[in-house]
């Protein structure tokens, strides 16, 4: 788990150069990821899981098209393997599928964004967007909308 947790964390370090993560950005997102990869593991078969095959959290049922899975069919990968070509492309795909879905990077808190992205990973951004409005007192659309981040903003933390 440590040698995990030593390359994600230096992936992400490198991640926060690439373009597209703008510097003074409110939330930040490499410290986001670094929370929510502390409970993603390696490459997995789950038979009787929903997701199927999953690398780090990334199920090929919900993410078939997902560059990674090419590399991940060029090996015999067994439970809990890991592999830096793959990992190099993780923090990408949380960002866009994530982060960026849920503007996480648009709120003042960096607590309240940890939070919202995570749980936009865990139940899927729709849902983490209707659970946010509903604690906003809004209708849940499962949109997300300047209000919503206005009022996440105004929340007291």
């Known amino acids: 788990m440590r040698n995990y947790l030593t390359a994600i964390g230096l992936l992400i370090v490198a991640y926060a150069g690439i373009p597209g993560h703008a510097a003074g950005q409110c939330a930040d997102y490499a410290t986001a990821l670094k929370i929510t990869m502390a409970y993603e593991g390696g490459y997995v078969r789950a038979t009787r899981a929903k997701g199927g095959e999953i690398y780090r959290g990334i199920t090929r049922v919900s993410h078939p098209k997902w560059e990674g899975w090419a590399i991940a069919d060029k090996h015999k990968l067994k439970r809990g393997d890991t592999l830096a070509a793959l990992d190099s492309l993780v923090p990408a795909f949380y960002k866009e599928y994530y982060w960026d879905v849920v503007r996480a990077g648009e709120l003042n ?11 936009a990973v865990r139940m899927g951004t729709e849902r983490a967007i209707k659970m946010a409005q509903r604690k906003l007192k809004l209708p849940p659309t499962g949109i ?14």
């Open 109 to 119: 808190d960096q607590h309240t964004a940890n939070d919202f992205f995570n749980n």
């Open 144 to 157: 997300i909308t300047d209000t919503v981040i206005a009022l996440l903003n105004r929340k007291k933390h």
